[in-house]
């Protein structure tokens, strides 16, 4: 892809699903981006019970355009199709309801977008959580996001972003996938189809750990679940990996963590 010297019109899309206790605190980092061309923030109110939209409505005279658009079936990336969809945005960047975006994030997203596809950045998981909480996750302090489960490398979904056009010409996110590395297939299939991906050490966000066991631990199994989906589904396409050295290495941190 051409090099794009203009500041283009930038989509804020965060998928919300009784988010009323936490997306004020990310709805006013946004408002606080510093970006030189148009942006919206369009918040996608996903079969939520709670006051979701009504917080979201707070904010429809701040500093930059906010409107909420309403997915009444479930899914993350059912909501953030419908996003995306109701954007008027060339670069969608994508953040989550329970997240905080740190400063310059806008900025320095939608400034890889320039000369790449893809975008993805880093996780702060220190600031809102406490140590005991990221170690129940194995999470370090600031984390480097990159799924690699098939020799793609993917962002994670809460700090992420793609020029428009690559979303349409992969036909956007798949719905059916939900729980767990929804964002990997979309990522996947974009690069497959030769598009490119590019991440940033600048645009960084806060991100937000459930303080339960239970939940970290099911994460991490909808998390293999996903990645078998996702090898069987691109068997061939991934580009090669050096198998002997990686297994080892996995098998080692296997046998390290089972007593935990």
Excluded at 199 to 218: C, G, H, K, N, T
Aim: charged residues 25%.
């Amino acid at each position: 892809q051409t090099e794009c010297q203009t500041n283009r019109s930038v989509s804020v899309v965060i998928p919300a699903r009784n988010a009323a206790d936490t997306i004020g605190a990310q709805l006013n980092a946004l408002m606080d981006q510093e970006y030189d061309g148009a942006l919206e923030v369009i918040v996608v109110v996903n079969a939520s019970t709670d006051g979701t939209a009504d917080v979201v409505e707070r904010f429809s005279t701040g500093r930059w355009p906010v409107r909420a658009v309403h997915e009444a079936v479930a899914g993350v990336n059912r909501a953030r199709n419908a996003g995306v969809a109701a954007a008027s945005g060339e670069l969608i960047l994508l953040c989550d309801a329970d997240d905080v975006v740190g400063p310059g994030w806008v900025q320095e997203l939608a400034s890889v977008l320039k000369v790449a596809d893809l975008v993805g950045g880093l996780v702060d998981a220190a600031t809102l959580n406490s140590r005991e909480v990221r170690e129940m996750w194995d999470m370090e302090p600031l984390v480097r996001p990159r799924h690699q489960y098939i020799g793609f490398d993917s962002p994670w979904g809460c700090n992420c972003g793609f020029r428009r056009a690559a979303w349409q010409s992969v036909g956007g996110f798949d719905s059916e996938l939900s729980g767990a590395m929804d964002e990997v297939e979309f990522f996947v299939r974009a690069q497959v189809a030769g598009f490119r991906l590019q991440f940033s050490e600048l645009a960084v966000i806060q991100y937000r750990l459930r303080d339960d066991r239970r939940s970290a631990r099911r994460r991490q199994y909808q998390n293999g679940l996903v990645g078998a989906t996702l090898k069987a589904r691109y068997r061939g396409m991934a580009p090669r990996v050096k198998i002997w050295r990686s297994a080892p290495i996995a098998w080692i941190w296997l046998l390290v963590q089972a007593p935990r």
